[in-house]
C-alpha cells in the first residue's frame, strides 16, 4: 500500500540551503522558503524547478532583512 503525500513545486529558486526528512530550506530571491513536514524528500531539482514530496505541514518565507 502506498501512503498519500503532500507535493510542493518550488520555480526560481537559489538552491537547497537545508534539508532534512522534516524541514528543506530552499534559497528564494527575498529569503528563504522552509517546508516542514514529515518523510520529506527532494524528488526533482533544476535550475528552474523543484519538487518535495511526504507530508508537508507548513511552508513559510523567512525573509532577508
Do not use: P
Not at 516542514?36 to 527532494?42: M, P, Q
Amino acid at each position: 500500500s502506498s501512503a498519500a503525500s503532500d507535493v510542493y513545486k518550488r520555480q526560481n529558486h537559489f538552491g537547497v540551503k537545508e534539508y532534512s526528512r522534516e524541514k528543506i530550506g530552499v534559497k528564494v530571491k527575498y529569503g528563504l522558503v522552509c517546508v516542514c513536514g514529515c518523510n520529506l524528500e527532494l524528488i526533482r531539482m533544476t535550475k528552474e524547478q523543484l519538487i518535495i514530496s511526504g507530508r508537508i505541514d507548513a511552508v513559510t518565507l523567512i525573509r532577508r532583512g
